[in-house]
């Protein structure tokens, strides 16, 4: 009998990638140009993770709507200005990534996928500056879906793949991914190297500190 088909869903910013620098800079360069007073570096990456809207309501609640528009659309220009600039650079694999989304590639049960807060336009431009395309079969992005911790992007993940929940799994740095998750009905693993603090982490089914630690979780589960 053939073993299950696995669906791994990786979140991109904190997860797969440390955009943290292109997030703040881009944050801040379009706070600056509304005149609106720049959050806090732990501010901005606590939002990592939100749909851009939500993100950005979440900052600044006190301002209009116009304001918070005025300030996703400079984010948008300033981000795309700056993965411009750097390529790659601006967003750079962590430690073991690729080498984690190669060896789960090569099994042929396993099906990978992202779930992300990015666009399309910003998740494609990443995963073609890594040399990602070929391992990704289903890209969740926020411009067809609610905002994370909304269960919408596992949910179509697991319609266009096939995968039972009991056989997915979502890899995330943040509360928002780890309750996503759950809201899906699939575990999750938190990662402690990105965005949100270990302690955030509390739906996470369990918690890994190195991309080493992955296949051992995943047996973990699955066996």
């Not at 005149?35 to 301002?63: C, M």
């Not at 411009?84 to 430690?95: D, K, M, R, V």
Request: charged content about 15%; hydrophobic content about 45%.
């Amino acid at each position: 009998m053939s073993a299950p088909l696995r669906l791994v869903l990786f979140d991109v910013d904190g997860t797969l990638v440390d955009s943290q620098g292109s997030i703040v800079h881009s944050m801040t360069a379009s706070f600056q140009a509304a005149s609106v007073p720049v959050p806090t570096r732990k501010a901005i990456l606590s939002i990592v993770g939100l749909s851009l809207p939500h993100a950005i309501a979440r900052l600044v609640p006190e301002q209009p709507l116009s304001v918070q528009n005025d300030l996703v659309e400079g984010y948008k220009e300033a981000y795309h200005a700056h993965r411009l600039e750097l390529g790659a650079a601006s967003s750079p694999l962590y430690p073991g990534a690729r080498e984690a989304i190669e060896a789960m590639h090569a099994v042929p049960e396993v099906l990978l996928g992202v779930a992300t807060g990015k666009s399309q336009r910003g998740l494609d431009a990443l995963i073609e500056a890594h040399g990602l395309e070929p391992y990704f079969v289903t890209r969740q992005v926020a411009d067809h879906h609610p905002s994370k911790p909304h269960p919408s992007m596992v949910q179509t993940a697991l319609a266009e793949t096939g995968v039972d929940p009991a056989c997915a799994v979502m890899i995330g740095d943040t509360s928002f991914d780890m309750d996503m998750a759950a809201a899906a009905d699939v575990r999750g693993i938190g990662v402690t190297w990105g965005y949100h603090d270990r302690s955030a982490l509390t739906a996470a089914s369990c918690i890994i500190e190195t991309f080493d630690q992955l296949p051992n979780a995943l047996a973990g589960m699955w066996n």
